[in-house]
């Protein structure tokens, strides 16, 4: 797909997403400067990348104004993958403050830099939208601003607007991923990272495995590689500039059927039984709203990006197990 070298810069590079977008833009012969304030993120990530004759790591922070300011002015494009979320559990000051402060120190960069601007935005903006499945130019819509949740889906439409505002005022290049659940190598193994990883630690741990509410909520789960396939191809076809793009897979599940399969897949026997946990009981108190249903129509990747999910959930997973697996026997 590439034509020609480009010169990259990745926020959260250590991150999940960044650190496997990062091997994927060295491997296409592009020339990489990450940074990553590791609060989430792990040197272990990019462990294998440090040494690239193309890479150049930057411990720091997209608040950090003066870091920005201090950047190289060759950028070919900004890939701004740096968030926090999972409000539901308190911190929704530093997801609203975090989200919306440092997409804006790095529009200003790529304002500044006049080059590309792709941000990473989330399936979360469609809210309890009924409108299956979820199409680019659909309805948004959120619920009560007193569940704490949507102050992520809200940061993340902020920042969509605010890009495509920076786009139409600065004429400059922006393009707007909607993940879908994605999952696979370096995730995080927290509820951060996805119910699938905290089943998976569950099964190998032999503790039970929690699913809020009856477990019938569907969703679609992404493997890494696929979606870095949509980030790269929104990186460098310019025919993605100015769009707003799902990248996410079609194989919807329940949440329930997901720990079942997970069960299925470990080799090794396991106690591990599923326990639904009232919705009452993890929102302390306060109010707590999910969606039922979140499926992606793809056809606009599909259509512009000549992108599309290749890797079956099952398989994906099983991968993913393994990894997790090997990563949990080397912390013992």
């Known amino acids: ?3 020609e070298s480009k010169k990259i810069l990745i926020t959260g590079v250590a991150g999940f997403l960044g650190s496997n977008f990062l091997v994927k833009s060295l491997n296409e012969g592009h020339r990489v400067v990450g940074i990553d304030n590791l609060s989430m993120g792990s040197l272990k990530n990019i462990q294998d990348s440090l ?8 411990k720091g922070d997209v608040l950090d104004t003066t870091l920005i300011n201090g950047l190289d002015v060759d950028f070919d494009v900004v890939v701004h993958l740096a968030a926090f979320k999972i409000p539901r559990y308190g911190n929704a000051v530093d997801t609203l403050k975090i989200n919306s402060k440092g997409s804006e120190n790095m529009l200003e960069l790529a304002r500044k830099l006049k080059c590309k601007f792709v941000l990473a935005s ?6 309890m939208s009924p409108d299956i499945p979820f199409k680019e130019d659909g309805n948004c819509l959120i619920g009560d601003s007193k569940v704490p949740r949507w102050a992520y889906a809200v940061s993340k439409l902020f920042d969509e607007h605010l890009a495509l505002a920076y786009m139409e005022d600065y004429d400059f290049p922006v393009v707007i991923l909607r993940f879908f659940g994605s999952y696979g190598p370096n995730q995080n193994l927290s509820w951060w990272g996805g119910p699938q990883s905290v089943f998976i630690d569950c099964i190998l741990n032999n503790k039970e495995i929690p699913i809020h509410g009856d ?6 789960f992404t493997y890494v590689n696929d979606t870095v396939e949509g980030i790269y191809a929104a990186t460098i076809k310019p025919e993605a500039n100015g769009e707003i793009f799902n990248i996410g897979a079609n194989e919807e599940i329940t949440i329930l059927e997901l720990a079942n399969m997970l069960k299925d897949i470990s080799d090794e026997p396991t106690t591990s039984e599923v326990k639904l946990v ?3 009981e993890i929102s302390a108190g306060r109010k707590y709203q999910d969606v039922m249903r979140r499926v992606p129509d793809n056809s606009k990747a599909e259509r512009i990006l000549g992108i599309k ?3 079956s959930l099952e398989e994906g997973l099983r991968i993913t197990f393994n990894w997790q697996k090997n990563v949990s026997l080397q912390k013992v």
């Open 51 to 58: 040494d690239h004759k193309n890479f150049d790591f930057i």
């Open 278 to 280: 009232p919705y009452n």
């Open 1 to 3: 797909m590439i034509s």
């Open 122 to 127: 989330t399936s979360d903006v469609y809210g």
């Open 215 to 220: 477990g019938q909520q569907t969703r679609t």
């Open 309 to 311: 999910a290749k890797t």
